[in-house]
């Protein structure tokens, strides 16, 4: 059965990005993200697909052309909690999105990988 179900739980990065977005523009008091938020829960039911840093990374892009930066830096984070070496993979993958460079949560987030190796998606 847990075959079964994570065969039916792969994302397109498209379907990242819409999933994403919606939590980003629901979460007005910031609480989304944390424990027992939505947030938890779509990260939750995202995880079970084994190719979803791949995904993420394209969806980060996609979120840039589409300019759902909110959603860009959120899969960020996703991103950098399943790669084998964050600071390298994520430094790579903005390289290839400069327009999230300057980005004050990013920012944030690579000197917190600096500091601590990887950042709790929550």
Known sequence: MKSRVREALRWSPGELVALVH?????????????????????????????????????????????????????????????????????TKLLQATPELSGHETVNELLNLIELHGRVDIY
């Open 22 to 90: 919606e939590v980003e523009m629901l979460d007005v008091e910031g609480g989304a993200w944390s424990r027992g938020g939505l947030g938890q829960s779509l990260w939750s039911i995202m995880a079970v697909d084994p190719l979803l840093q791949g995904s993420l990374e394209r969806a980060v892009k996609l979120a840039v052309i589409e300019r759902r930066i909110d959603a860009a830096v959120r899969m960020l984070i996703c991103f950098q909690w399943l790669a084998a070496n964050p600071l390298d993979e994520l």
